[in-house]
């Protein structure tokens, strides 16, 4: 079954005001918490802010700060397995009412049929 991250940008939620925050967090995790009851979450969370990033290069280098090149950055996400595009929009439409932003739906790349093999020996 295909999987889907469903996500906002860093500052999408800044046009809420401080006092909203924890009625958001209640309603997002009431979002989760029914995605987990349908059976459809994978995993997902929010993301520190971008000066927390480090990048490692190719070479190992460890630089810290996000990539100067990039203008967006994630700011929130939710992984979910269902039978299509359509139950994925669902699914973010509760995410976007609770967080109260928009949310990107893009579908994963299947995994590479040995890497698929593998997790269904564990």
């Known amino acids: 079954m295909?999987?889907?991250l469903i996500s906002f940008n860093d500052g999408a939620m800044s046009h809420i005001p401080e006092a909203d925050f924890p009625a958001v967090g209640k309603a997002a995790a009431a979002a989760v918490l029914e995605a987990i009851?349908?059976?459809v979450f994978i995993f997902g969370g929010g993301l520190l802010e971008p000066p927390t990033t480090t990048i490692v290069a190719t070479d190992g280098t460890i630089t810290r700060?996000?990539?100067p090149s990039c203008q967006d950055f994630i700011g929130g996400f939710t992984i979910v397995e269902v039978a299509s595009r359509d139950e994925a929009?669902?699914?973010a439409a509760k995410v976007?009412?609770?967080?109260?932003?928009a949310q990107d739906v893009r579908e994963f790349m299947p995994l590479p049929p040995e890497v698929q093999a593998r997790i269904r020996q564990d």
Not at 96 to 101: D, G, K, L
Request: charge should be negative; glycine fraction near 12%.
């Open 2 to 4: 295909p999987q889907y």
């Open 37 to 39: 009851d349908a059976g």
């Open 65 to 67: 700060g996000p990539d």
């Open 89 to 91: 929009h669902h699914w």
């Open 96 to 101: 976007a009412a609770a967080c109260r932003c």
